[in-house]
């Protein structure tokens, strides 16, 4: 995300987990392409993705579990300090992609590095902690989730399932609570669920997906990269501009995750 209140006076800027053309239009739409690439620029991620930021000076996009582990070999390899709270952040990077160093992506030397950033002195107990007490929700929230898991759809079995989120409730419930993220979970725990999406519509006609998929079905970079978007092969999304009603949009986005779950052996989907 581009803050319209950057500093100008700067040596070199530093983009860090995404490497695509997604942040070049946000610097467009806020006016600071100009000024921010006129500087030297170093993109730092891990997705897999071509990075195509035409005015990037050095790109290192590794294929690591977190933006975070690459940061922290880039310290070991460059011999950077690494006081008490970057290791803090290193860890909530790395514990987060992982979703607690249990994705396919996470890798043995990803958990070497936990261990380490744990022997300097994080506290993962104390992380979670902090992730708990944010994940705590209003009896409002509640509510409203409650009522977002009734309109929940289920499609070919339960395989894929699907919630809409409108702009009132964007508006209303975001300043407290992701809306699409109270229920997500939920809809990837129902019984032979593979993929859960969650559709969210603007008054621009702009419509966001958000993609989650259980283990064995790794296809959300793939789905998300047949509209324009991307990420992991299990957390992914995209966005489409207007002029493709919702209704539409849904159909072809479940035909597409059905077509590509029927790919993959049927013996591996939850």
């Known amino acids: 995300r581009v803050s319209s209140e950057l500093p100008k006076k700067f040596d070199a800027s530093i983009i860090v987990?995404?490497?695509t053309i997604d942040l070049f239009d946000s610097l467009i739409k806020s006016g600071q392409k100009g000024w921010i690439a006129a500087k030297p620029s170093i993109v730092l991620d891990h997705h897999d993705v071509q990075a195509n930021i035409s005015f990037a000076s050095v790109v290192c996009n590794q294929p690591v579990v977190s933006t975070g582990e690459l940061i922290f070999e880039?310290?070991?390899?460059?011999k950077w300090p690494v006081p008490l709270e970057a290791a803090e952040m290193l860890a909530v990077s790395i514990m987060s992609d992982s979703l607690g160093l249990?994705?396919?992506?996470?890798?043995?030397?990803?958990?070497?590095?936990?261990?380490?950033?744990?022997?300097q002195g994080v506290s993962l107990a104390k992380i979670d902690n902090?992730?708990?007490?944010?994940?705590?929700k209003s009896a409002e929230l509640v509510a409203y989730k409650g009522r977002l898991l009734q309109r929940v759809e289920y499609h070919n079995n339960n395989q894929v399932a699907t919630i809409d989120i409108p702009w009132d409730e964007i508006q209303q419930y975001s300043p407290s609570?992701?809306?699409?993220?109270?229920v997500m979970d939920?809809?990837?725990?129902t019984e032979g669920t593979a993929v859960a999406i969650a559709f969210k519509s603007y008054p621009d006609g702009k419509v966001t997906a958000k993609i989650r998929c259980?283990?064995?079905?790794?296809v959300a970079n793939q789905i998300a990269a047949q509209f324009g978007?991307?990420?992991?092969?299990?957390?992914?999304?995209?966005k489409v501009a207007k002029g493709q009603p919702l209704g539409q949009l849904k159909a072809k986005t479940v035909a597409l995750a059905l077509e590509l779950l029927q790919k993959l052996p049927q013996d591996q989907l939850t």
């Open 130 to 136: 902090e992730r708990r007490q944010l994940m705590r």
């Open 177 to 182: 609570y992701n809306p699409s993220m109270l």
């Open 74 to 78: 880039l310290s070991q390899q460059l």
């Open 102 to 119: 249990i994705t396919e992506a996470t890798s043995a030397r990803s958990i070497q590095i936990i261990s380490q950033l744990v022997g």
């Open 214 to 218: 259980n283990y064995g079905s790794p």
């Open 17 to 19: 987990d995404t490497s």
């Open 186 to 189: 939920d809809m990837r725990m």
């Open 229 to 238: 978007g991307g990420g992991h092969q299990y957390a992914s999304g995209f």
